[in-house]
C-alpha cells in the first residue's frame, strides 16, 4: 500500500510559477513511475506528466515546455515544478503511484492522492 500526499495547490496569477510536491509513504517509492494528472470540472482526468523509477520523463501536450516533473528518492517526494500558468491550468491535481512502466493512462495507476487544488486567475 502506498499513500500519497499532495501539498502546494492554491491561487496564483497568470503567467506565475507553482510547484506541487508529492509525499509518499512507502520505503519502495524508487520502483514506482510517478505521475501527475489533472480534473477540471466538468472535464475528464488529464495526463500532465510521469517520471520513471529511473528518472525518464514525458509530458502532455498541453504543458509540455512549461512543466516540469522530478522526483527525490530519498525524500520519497515528487514535484511539478509549474510555470507560466495559464487559466486553463485551473483543476485539482493529484498524484498518483505506477508499480508497472511509464503510462498516460489513469486507469494503469494503482495509488492515488486525494488532490489538490490549483487556480489561475486571469
Known amino acids: 500500500q502506498v499513500q500519497l500526499v499532495e501539498s502546494g495547490g492554491g491561487l496564483v496569477q497568470a503567467g506565475g510559477s507553482r510547484r506541487l510536491s508529492c509525499a509518499a509513504s512507502?520505503?519502495?517509492?524508487?520502483?514506482?513511475?510517478m505521475g501527475w494528472f489533472r480534473q477540471a470540472p466538468g472535464k475528464e482526468r488529464e495526463f500532465v506528466a510521469v517520471?520513471?523509477?529511473?528518472?525518464?520523463?514525458y509530458y502532455g501536450d498541453s504543458v509540455k515546455g512549461r512543466f516540469t516533473i522530478s522526483r527525490d528518492n530519498a525524500k520519497n517526494t515528487v514535484y511539478l515544478q509549474m510555470n507560466t500558468l495559464k487559466p486553463e491550468d485551473t483543476a485539482v491535481y493529484y498524484c498518483?503511484?505506477?508499480?508497472?512502466?511509464?503510462?498516460?493512462?489513469?486507469?494503469?495507476?494503482?495509488?492515488w492522492g486525494q488532490g489538490t487544488q490549483v487556480t489561475v486567475s486571469s
Open positions: 498518483a503511484a505506477h508499480s508497472g512502466p511509464v503510462s498516460r493512462g489513469f486507469v494503469d495507476y494503482n495509488y
Open positions: 512507502r520505503r519502495t517509492f524508487s520502483n514506482y513511475a
Open positions: 517520471i520513471s523509477w529511473s528518472g525518464g520523463t
